[in-house]
């Protein structure tokens, strides 16, 4: 009897919840009622939030307001229209900061470039470009990733593969940039991609703050607050994280500088050890004098966050969108065959010349494709700093949020067209057999305008060459009956990751 009455009482909240949702659903549009604004159908589709961005400003014409609680600063205007887009990120950009909002979600990076505006943002963008465009960088990294290619991944997967393992490919990719990104960024390699499989303290501590961040926008202040009071839930993760990030920097700041002062006293040079943690500790050209040691932090945690997690992510999506598109699988393997040289590799071949990597216009097209599909960053957020009105019509008030939703727009008909579903790298590729370029206002993976992506090339490289590495000797097999779904985070990371087999294709 207790048995049949639980079951009643269950079929009669489902039956109420489904009525309740078509009662809300306001034509796929969120309705908006007295108090609680918006938020009944923000919590109904949070766990497919990034999904429902997309239908609700497909319905919108690209355009949403969205109304949070009622006396909160929880509204927000998202917008995925591309001259709404153009507007905010290149023509008035100077109107539309990263501002109070932005330090809200991201104060645990300091005033490094990723948090600031106006002169701190140019001096570090400045830097920064210096870096990645400096003569011994490019000589390193081609260097560094050989070896991390070589002796990092390929060792892992070729072990994996002989006893037919089942792995999780977003952490493999994930340590694999992560094991780079430091190397360049501090001289110091963590080997977090090895056999033994040690535990990422930074890849934890950067997925707990971006987790915190996501409910930070979404969320009232008081709630966070409360929480991060009482340290309970993603805040004390999120302050446990900021303790890491203080202390693994730290860690690799001193032994850098002990690197530094060891070479100087002795008059010798430390070779390839070009790095930059180490050109800001001895005043290089690139950085300029060597600023307090928190300011270096930042911006080493910045260098570092930019290579944790972003092409790592659009690697594990292309390896997840390629399982299920066999040909074009098939079409990048025969461009890798007929454009790279090879060299062979403890039984492996690997390329052998990276600067051949711009021959690959369909492996090139198909990371498009992906970033078009799934973006890293599936939001941009800026705060208006003055009333304004946007291309659309949207009248925007001061101090008014504002998402850009880089997700949704890969998912606008009047963008890409009724195959806008679907993975198709052709859509890249011009008659001509060329590689067909979007204006950044529609393909706004990099962001667009003054702030785009300094990294945007970096990222291909990189992208292209663990692809071809990977491709070319192994058949990645992705296992069924998985849940591929999006965490709710600043970043687009698989919630569960990607369970997949290896098996070598020379075997």
Same mark, same amino acid.
């Given at each position: 009897?207790?048995?049949?009455?639980y079951?009643?009482?269950?079929?009669?909240?489902?039956?109420?919840?489904?009525?309740?949702?078509?009662?809300?659903?306001?034509?796929?549009?969120?309705?908006?009622?007295?108090?609680?604004?918006?938020?009944?159908?923000?919590?109904?589709?949070?766990?497919?939030?990034?999904?429902?961005?997309?239908?609700?400003?497909?319905?919108?014409?690209?355009?949403?307001?969205?109304?949070g609680?009622?006396?909160?600063?929880?509204?927000?205007?998202?917008?995925?229209?591309?001259?709404?887009?153009?507007?905010?990120?290149?023509?008035?950009?100077?109107?539309?900061?990263?501002?109070?909002?932005?330090?809200?979600?991201f104060?645990?990076? @300091?005033e490094?470039?990723?948090?600031? !505006?106006?002169?701190?943002?140019?001096?570090?963008?400045?830097?920064?470009?210096?870096?990645?465009?400096?003569?011994?960088?490019?000589?390193?990294?081609?260097?560094?990733?050989?070896?991390?290619?070589?002796q990092?991944?390929?060792?892992?997967?070729?072990?994996?593969?002989?006893?037919?393992?089942?792995?999780?490919?977003?952490?493999?990719?994930?340590?694999?940039?992560?094991?780079?990104?430091?190397?360049?960024?501090?001289?110091?390699?963590?080997?977090?991609?090895?056999l033994?499989?040690?535990?990422?303290?930074?890849?934890?501590?950067?997925? !707990?703050?971006?987790?915190?961040?996501?409910?930070?926008?979404?969320m009232?202040?008081?709630?966070?607050?409360?929480?991060?009071?009482?340290?309970?839930?993603?805040?004390?993760?999120?302050?446990?994280?900021?303790?890491?990030?203080?202390?693994?920097?730290?860690?690799?700041?001193?032994?850098?500088?002990?690197?530094?002062?060891?070479?100087?006293?002795?008059?010798?040079?430390? @070779?390839?050890?070009?790095?930059?943690?180490?050109c800001?500790?001895?005043?290089?050209?690139?950085?300029?004098?060597?600023?307090?040691?928190?300011?270096?932090?930042?911006n080493?945690?910045?260098?570092?966050?930019?290579?944790?997690?972003t092409?790592?992510?659009?690697?594990?999506?292309?390896?997840?969108?390629?399982?299920?598109?066999?040909?074009?699988?098939?079409?990048?393997?025969?461009?890798?065959?007929?454009?790279?040289?090879?060299?062979?590799?403890? @039984?492996?071949?690997?390329?052998?010349?990276?600067?051949?990597?711009?021959?690959?216009?369909?492996?090139?097209?198909?990371?498009?494709?992906?970033?078009r599909?799934?973006?890293?960053?599936?939001?941009?957020?800026?705060?208006?700093?003055?009333?304004?009105?946007?291309?659309?019509?949207?009248?925007?008030?001061?101090?008014?949020r504002?998402?850009?939703?880089?997700h949704?727009?890969?998912?606008?008909?009047?963008?890409? @067209?009724?195959?806008?579903?679907?993975?198709?790298?052709?859509?890249?590729?011009?008659?001509?057999?060329?590689?067909?370029?979007?204006?950044?206002?529609?393909?706004?993976?990099?962001?667009?305008?003054?702030?785009i992506?300094?990294?945007?090339?970096?990222?291909?490289?990189?992208?292209?060459?663990?692809?071809?590495?990977?491709?070319?000797?192994?058949?990645v097999?992705?296992t069924?009956?998985?849940?591929?779904?999006?965490?709710?985070?600043?970043?687009?990371?698989?919630?569960n990751?990607?369970?997949?087999?290896?098996?070598?294709?020379?075997?």
């Amino acid at each position: 009897m207790a048995v049949s009455g639980y079951l009643g009482c269950m079929i009669l909240a489902i039956v109420i919840l489904r009525f309740l949702y078509r009662f809300i659903h306001n034509n796929g549009l969120p309705r908006n009622w007295p108090f609680v604004g918006m938020t009944p159908t923000l919590l109904l589709n949070f766990h497919r939030a990034h999904e429902k961005v997309a239908e609700v400003l497909k319905r919108s014409n690209g355009t949403f307001l969205y109304r949070g609680v009622w006396f909160t600063n929880t509204s927000f205007l998202a917008t995925c229209d591309p001259e709404n887009v153009r507007y905010i990120l290149s023509t008035n950009n100077s109107a539309y900061l990263k501002g109070s909002e932005w330090l809200k979600q991201f104060d645990i990076f @300091g005033e490094a470039l990723f948090n600031s !505006d106006g002169e701190a943002w140019k001096r570090h963008r400045k830097v920064f470009h210096a870096f990645l465009n400096h003569q011994q960088f490019h000589q390193s990294l081609a260097k560094i990733l050989e070896d991390r290619i070589e002796q990092g991944l390929l060792k892992v997967l070729e072990y994996v593969s002989r006893r037919e393992l089942v792995v999780n490919l977003q952490d493999l990719f994930v340590r694999h940039a992560f094991d780079i990104g430091c190397i360049m960024a501090t001289g110091c390699n963590p080997g977090v991609l090895s056999l033994e499989f040690p535990e990422n303290r930074f890849h934890k501590a950067m997925s !707990d703050t971006l987790e915190a961040a996501f409910y930070r926008y979404v969320m009232p202040d008081s709630l966070w607050k409360l929480q991060s009071w009482l340290q309970i839930g993603k805040e004390k993760r999120r302050s446990e994280a900021w303790k890491a990030f203080d202390e693994l920097l730290a860690e690799y700041i001193s032994i850098q500088r002990e690197k530094s002062n060891k070479a100087m006293a002795s008059n010798t040079d430390e @070779g390839d050890n070009f790095n930059f943690l180490k050109c800001y500790l001895t005043g290089h050209k690139v950085t300029g004098p060597t600023p307090r040691d928190s300011l270096i932090r930042d911006n080493v945690i910045h260098f570092l966050f930019a290579s944790d997690d972003t092409y790592s992510l659009v690697l594990t999506w292309f390896f997840y969108l390629l399982a299920k598109n066999p040909m074009a699988e098939n079409k990048i393997r025969e461009e890798v065959k007929k454009n790279l040289s090879m060299k062979e590799a403890g @039984g492996l071949q690997i390329p052998s010349c990276f600067n051949e990597l711009n021959k690959l216009t369909y492996l090139h097209a198909a990371f498009c494709e992906t970033l078009r599909l799934c973006p890293p960053i599936p939001f941009e957020f800026r705060t208006c700093a003055q009333q304004d009105i946007l291309p659309s019509g949207h009248r925007v008030d001061r101090n008014m949020r504002i998402i850009i939703g880089i997700h949704a727009m890969g998912r606008m008909e009047f963008l890409w @067209g009724e195959d806008c579903h679907e993975f198709k790298p052709e859509r890249w590729i011009t008659e001509e057999g060329k590689l067909k370029r979007e204006a950044p206002s529609k393909f706004s993976a990099f962001l667009a305008g003054p702030r785009i992506c300094p990294g945007k090339e970096l990222s291909f490289f990189l992208m292209k060459a663990t692809a071809t590495a990977v491709l070319h000797n192994y058949k990645v097999h992705v296992t069924e009956c998985q849940n591929i779904a999006p965490k709710n985070s600043a970043f687009y990371q698989m919630k569960n990751g990607l369970m997949v087999r290896i098996k070598n294709r020379w075997n």
